[in-house]
C-alpha cells in the first residue's frame, strides 16, 4: 500500500511555470508506475503524464508534451511533474496516482484511471489569462 501527497500547486499567469510534486510513503514506492491526472470543473478526470518504475519510460497526453516533463526519484519516493508555459486550459486539479502493472499494454494501462489503485488529494493549479 502507498500513500500520496501533492504538494505544488498555486495560481499563475498564462506562460508561466510551475513544479509539482507527489510525495509517497512506503518502501515500495519503486515498484508502482506512477501518472499525474487532472479535472477541471465539470469534466472527467483525464490522464495528464505517467511514467514507469525505474523512470525510463515516460508518456504525456498530446495537449501537454512538448510543455510538461514527468520524473520520478525513488530514493526519496517522490514523483514530480514540471509544467511550462503553462495555458489557462490547463487550469484544474491534479492529482497523482500509483499503479500496479499485472501485465498487458503498459502505455494503455498508463493512461487509463481505472487502473490505479491509489490516490492523492489532489492539488488545485489555477492559470489566469
Known amino acids: 500500500q502507498v500513500q500520496l501527497v501533492e504538494s505544488g500547486g498555486g495560481l499563475v499567469q498564462a506562460g508561466d511555470s510551475l513544479r509539482l510534486s507527489c510525495a509517497a510513503s512506503g518502501r515500495t514506492f519503486s515498484l508502482y508506475a506512477m501518472g499525474w491526472f487532472r479535472q477541471a470543473p465539470r469534466k472527467e478526470r483525464e490522464f495528464v503524464s505517467g511514467?514507469?518504475?525505474?523512470?525510463?519510460?515516460?508518456y504525456y497526453a498530446s495537449s501537454v508534451k512538448g510543455r510538461f516533463t514527468i520524473s520520478r526519484d525513488n530514493a526519496k519516493n517522490t514523483v514530480s511533474l514540471q509544467m511550462n508555459s503553462l495555458k489557462p486550459e490547463d487550469t484544474a486539479f491534479y492529482y497523482c496516482a500509483a499503479m500496479t502493472y499485472r501485465g498487458g499494454i503498459f502505455e494503455l494501462l498508463l493512461r487509463d484511471r481505472a487502473n490505479y489503485g491509489f490516490w492523492g488529494q489532489g492539488t488545485q493549479v489555477t492559470v489566469s489569462s
Open positions: 511514467i514507469s518504475w525505474s523512470g525510463a519510460r515516460t
